[in-house]
């Protein structure tokens, strides 16, 4: 019994297809209410459906797996995964397109959105069709990948009761229908870790969003700070401000009560990018614990794991899992220093910039590693996935044959992971499929 079924990529995939294609059309036609306040409704559901495609993407590669490996995930290794999951040349070739579509659309729409709002006004009138332009095709890009998750589930099955069954259902038991019932039946360690693990990706996702969106906002009010302080009014209170560079801030945040600097400043929203680093922060740490609960045999609290996995980085069967938590201190001592200089030196524009490329680097190398502990086990390179000869000379008896069966000698992970599925699949009638 799980609380999504089949996971949660279902949920969210729905939320930057509708905000982006409703903010889309509400740009595109905003000639036609100048002076309404639906401009702007439009311009918050671009913002919130770009960002909303990180961790909905996240979620897919728990889909992915969940799939591939019809619910009996154990993550040893890729290679076994995709010899067990029986799935054919097609549906191979939906899977990577539906994959590849939506990764390029989510890229896309993020830094679009995040370009044009960290820019000045100048180049924001400069990167307007640009931007238009990328999110267009971001959106038919991403309606092209709904079109491919749309054929896996309704013409081939991925996901739902049948040969390519997520969650398998006893015949012999009536289903859960009331609420209470559905409860009482959620209450078994896999099904928490499962969900966990969901929501470890989705979380990382969402920190992901909220770091682009604190560059762009961080960058965008250093402009606007520049921008103020070249005014007769801002260079006064500026000088006045040198003794006591936080009088400038604290004006910049409270234009209508500065004195000298209102003036200048009364034209120019707020930009609050140092409490949207706060949020990273909290998503940050709700990421870490819940990749602790994981790690740790469902406990949080015991960081044994964690500090062992970073003395032993030299060590294979630890360089994956000490590499991902190396990597998320560094992003989570990243995005505090992020917070710090949002709200205290947020007219230094290089020193933003600097931190902020360390932190997509750091991010970018915590999705590689995240992928590659996902897919093929905690253990491994770091630069690539585990081959079959490297599983066949560290376990030959183990290791499925390449059409999806278990090895002669019935034993291993692939007897394992396709035993397991074949029993859940005796217990149910197949559905009809095309010839």
């Given amino acids: 019994m799980r609380l999504i079924t089949p996971n949660f990529h279902v949920i969210m995939i729905h939320y930057p297809l509708a905000l982006l294609g409703v903010g889309m059309v509400i740009e595109v036609l905003h000639f036609m ?33 969940d799939v591939a ?24 070739h939906q899977v990577k397109d539906h994959l590849l579509l939506g990764s390029i659309a989510s890229i896309l729409a993020l830094v679009a959105v995040i370009s044009w709002l960290g820019s000045n006004d100048h180049w924001r009138a400069n990167l307007y069709f640009p931007a238009l332009l990328a999110l267009m095709i971001s959106l038919g890009l991403m309606g092209l990948g709904a079109w491919h998750g749309g054929k896996l589930v309704y013409d081939q099955g991925f996901g739902v009761l ?5 969650v398998q259902i006893d015949p012999n038991q009536p289903p859960a229908t009331t609420l209470r019932e ?66 400038l801030l604290q004006a910049l945040d409270s234009p209508y009560e500065s004195g000298a600097i209102a003036a200048a400043a009364l ?50 069967n630890q360089r994956r899992m000490g590499m991902h938590v190396a990597f998320g201190l560094t992003i989570l001592l990243l995005t505090i220093l992020m917070a710090v200089f949002a709200r205290f030196a947020p007219h230094s524009r290089v020193t933003l910039a600097f931190f902020a490329t360390l932190l997509v680097a750091a991010m970018a190398a915590q999705v590689w590693v995240g992928i590659l502990m996902l897919y093929d ?23 499925p044959s390449m059409t999806g069966m278990p090895a002669s000698n019935g034993a291993g992970l692939g007897a394992t992971l396709t035993g397991a599925a074949t029993r859940e699949f005796q217990r149910i009638p197949p559905v009809a499929t095309q010839p």
């Fill in 377 to 399: 086990s905690d253990d491994g390179p770091i630069t690539r996935f585990k081959t079959t000869a490297e599983l066949q000379q560290s376990s030959p008896t183990t290791m």
């Fill in 162 to 166: 049948g040969q390519k069954a997520v």
């Fill in 33 to 65: 209410w100048r002076r309404s306040s639906i401009v702007e409704a439009g311009r918050w559901m671009i913002l919130i459906g770009a960002l909303a495609m990180i961790p909905a993407s996240t979620s897919g590669a728990f889909a992915l797996l």
């Fill in 182 to 247: 559905k409860i009482n039946e959620y209450d078994t360690p896999a099904e928490l870790n499962l969900d966990a693990a969901q929501l470890h990706l989705i979380a990382a996702g969402w920190v992901v969003a909220i770091a682009a969106l604190g560059i762009g906002l961080s960058l965008r009010r250093s402009w606007i700070i520049g921008q103020i302080t070249a005014t007769p009014e801002g260079a006064e209170a500026s000088a006045a401000a040198h003794a006591d560079p936080q009088s």
């Fill in 69 to 92: 490996s019809h619910g009996q995930a154990d993550g040893t290794s890729w290679v076994s995964t995709k010899a067990a999951s029986g799935f054919t040349d097609q549906d191979w």
């Fill in 267 to 316: 034209d120019r929203p707020r930009v609050p990018s140092a409490r949207w680093w706060v949020v990273g922060i909290v998503l940050v740490l709700l990421t870490i614990v819940l990749g602790l609960y994981l790690s740790n045999g469902s406990n949080p609290h015991d960081w044994l794991n964690a500090k062992d996995s970073l003395k032993q980085l030299n060590t294979a």
